[in-house]
């Protein structure tokens, strides 16, 4: 009766979880399960971290809400501690990616809006991109089937095919604003944009008078074994999106930009309501200090070694099953020469969770505190629904 009483937006799984011990989900009967999903690399300090947890239960006894109109001293502390750890110099607090990358767009707008050029509000896009679900973002990603049925797609958008240089040369026009890009595309399939393409944009963007927005939503926050992923390039964007892991689980997402690229962006031209509220920035701070602590993006670049060790392997004992391994850090992706959706069934017959996306692709996306022993185990349970593909595939062509 309950699921009737719910919009029919999502086909869930057959799982009721009641409790999360790091990378364990453990269901109403008692089931254990290995979260390599992380609610989308959301968890990312694994479930019920004692310091986020903590963090959260103090601020709820002090104040849940407070208004923008007034200073949030934990959220001037949070801004400060993302701009002395990346690229920018101000930061935009929100609820969610979505509304992060909305911020990124209108900042990008207002900048040449402000330098007298009301014409450039063009961003250019790529095919498989996912940039969020508002009317606006469904109109960056550019993906038919999230457009369908919610009217004329949002003006201002021109996407090119991912990975052409010539095509994006070529769209560049006096009305572009400018460029958005995911270092790695997620619900695009674990495809990871070549180091030299993001120079290549950089460099584009600094000739054409254009700005470089990163949407780190999914590849930000450690996931990748740097802080955040564009920094594998050496390439800095102008504007940077940001949600799922800075919250640990909690809902909450950041614009971060350069003094600059922010500089049209005044009182009273954008708001929110909950955005930086108090419980959020608790939680937020709480995940930095676990992330920016010592040795731990070191620790998450050395499990990413033995996941990605294992998953090759897997890839050379079953060629029908597995085609390819992507990705970065735990950031990874399982290309299927299967049906992708059979891999995860079979994966979560074994206790161990995924996350599909396109081009055939399962995500593995574990909690950042995840151990090597508990990479192990996984590749295991991974290998076992493998084997059992594999071995369907025999008895059908028997």
């Known amino acids: 009766m309950a699921e009737a009483a719910l919009f029919d937006t999502f086909a869930r799984a057959p799982l009721r979880f009641v409790r999360g011990e790091g990378v364990w989900l453990v269901t109403e009967s008692g089931e254990r399960y290995l979260d390599f999903g992380a609610g989308v690399a959301v968890t990312s300090c694994g479930h019920a971290h004692p310091h986020l947890v903590g963090a959260l239960k103090d601020q709820?006894?002090?104040v849940w809400h407070l208004s923008n109109l007034y200073e949030i001293p934990d959220q001037e502390r949070l801004a400060r501690r993302?701009?002395?750890a990346t690229f920018a110099d101000k930061v935009f607090f929100t609820n969610s990616g979505a509304e992060a990358l909305e911020c990124a767009i209108k900042t990008a707008r207002r900048y040449h809006y402000s330098k007298g050029h009301p014409e450039k509000f063009h961003i250019i896009t790529f095919e498989g991109a996912f940039h969020g679900r508002t009317i606006a973002t469904i109109a960056a990603g550019g993906q038919e089937k999230y457009l369908e049925g919610f009217g004329p797609k949002a003006?201002?958008?021109?996407?090119?095919?991912?990975?052409?240089?010539?095509?994006l040369k070529a769209a560049i026009t006096e009305n572009t604003a400018a460029i958005l890009i995911e270092p790695i595309q997620g619900e695009g399939g674990i495809r990871v944009v070549p180091k030299e393409l993001l120079k290549e944009l950089?460099?584009?963007c600094d000739s054409h008078g254009l700005l470089l927005m990163f949407d780190e939503v999914q590849t930000g926050v450690g996931r990748t074994g740097k802080f955040f992923a564009h920094e594998w390039s050496g390439v800095a964007p102008d504007i940077m999106a940001v949600a799922k892991g800075i919250g640990g689980g909690f809902p909450f997402g950041?614009?971060?930009a350069t003094a600059e690229a922010a500089s049209g962006m005044k009182p009273g031209v954008h708001g929110t309501t909950y955005g930086g509220n108090p419980l959020a920035m608790a939680v937020g701070n709480a995940v930095l200090d676990v992330v920016l602590g010592d040795g731990f993006l070191e620790h998450v670049r050395d499990v990413a070694l033995v996941f990605r060790q294992g998953l090759a392997a897997l890839k050379d004992r079953f060629p029908h099953v597995i085609e390819d391994i992507r990705g970065e850090g735990l950031m990874l992706g399982i290309k299927a020469r299967v049906p992708a959706g059979e891999l995860v069934t079979a994966m979560r017959e074994e206790h161990i969770l995924g996350v599909p996306a396109g081009d055939n692709v399962i995500r593995l996306l574990p909690p950042l505190v995840v151990t090597a022993e508990e990479a192990r185990e996984g590749i295991a349970r991974i290998e076992r629904a493998a084997e059992k593909l594999h071995n369907e595939q025999l008895k059908k062509s028997a």
């Open 202 to 204: 950089r460099a584009l």
């Open 60 to 62: 709820a006894d002090k």
């Open 254 to 256: 950041a614009c971060l």
């Open 82 to 84: 993302l701009v002395d």
């Open 155 to 167: 003006q201002g958008f021109d996407q090119v095919p991912f990975g052409d240089l010539d095509a």
